[in-house]
Antibody
Framework: EVQLVESGGGLVQPGGSLRLSCAAS????????MSWVRQAPGKGLEWVAN????????YYVDSVKGRFTISRDNAKNSLYLQMNSLRAEDTAVYYC??????????????WGQGTLVTVSS | DIQMTQSPSSLSASVGDRVTITCQAS??????LNWYQQKPGKAPKLLIY???NLETGVPSRFSGSGSGTDFTFTISSLQPEDIATYYC???????????FGPGTKVDIK
């Protein structure tokens, strides 16, 4: 059974940092792109970042470029999101998702339960 | 950047009704479009990929169509368990970005 379990969320002050983790199981983690998607309270979904199987390609939404870093450790079946210079508008539930990305295809077919990040003083 | 719009933003329908949601891209995205269902307090769930392909295990009352800039998502016979917000999502190939539509909230009348 595919499972994705996020952790690391919490309350952080503006300008602070937080590192989210996503533990994957039930599939060959190293064979898949992975993504982070967030959802601000009462708002819609926003794709944040994704990373290729070997970490050689990474992409970010403009609003987090230069502040967030996506990474992965295939030996530990884990995905990470390092978030620096956090702002109030980064407050959201952060989901990790498996990305069935190939040539001319992509779909987020499994999602974690999400972890809440609150940026507030 | 590609922008996605959805309409309506919300709708109310009766059990058994046919429900249609539209999604429009700001430029041609071929069939690079997926649909997700999100129930309150839950993670999104993939329903349709590549505009018209039904994800494994998803009931056949859900369907999708379209290509280019205009896409449609349909529930052929609304069921009480379909109460949720539905999102379209486009993806690029290079660069490998993605964008979600603003969502459509579906309620039972």
């Amino acid at each position: 059974e595919v499972q994705l379990v996020e952790s690391g969320g919490g309350l952080v002050q503006p300008g602070g940092s937080l590192r989210l983790s996503c533990a994957a199981s039930g599939f060959t983690f190293s064979s898949y792109w992975m993504s982070w998607v967030r959802q601000a309270p009462g708002k819609g979904l926003e794709w944040v970042a994704n990373i290729k199987q070997d970490g050689s390609e990474k992409y970010y939404v403009d609003s987090v470029k230069g502040r967030f870093t996506i990474s992965r450790d295939n030996a530990k079946n884990s995905l990470y999101l390092q978030m620096n210079s956090l702002r109030a508008e980064d407050t959201a539930v952060y989901y990790c998702a498996r990305d069935q990305r190939g040539f001319r295809e992509s779909r987020l077919d499994y999602w974690g339960q999400g972890t809440l990040v609150t940026v507030s003083s | 950047d590609i922008q996605m719009t959805q309409s309506p933003s919300s709708l109310s329908a009766s059990v058994g009704d046919r429900v249609t949601i539209t999604c429009q891209a700001s430029q041609d995205i071929s069939n690079y479009l997926n649909w997700y269902q999100q129930k309150p307090g839950k993670a999104p769930k993939l329903l349709i990929y590549d505009a018209s392909n039904l994800e494994t295990g998803v009931p056949s009352r859900f369907s999708g169509s379209g290509s280019g800039t205009d896409f449609t998502f349909t529930i052929s016979s609304l069921q009480p368990e379909d109460i949720a917000t539905y999102y379209c999502q486009q993806y690029d190939n290079l660069p490998r970005y993605s964008t979600f539509g603003p969502g459509t909230k579906v309620d039972i009348k």
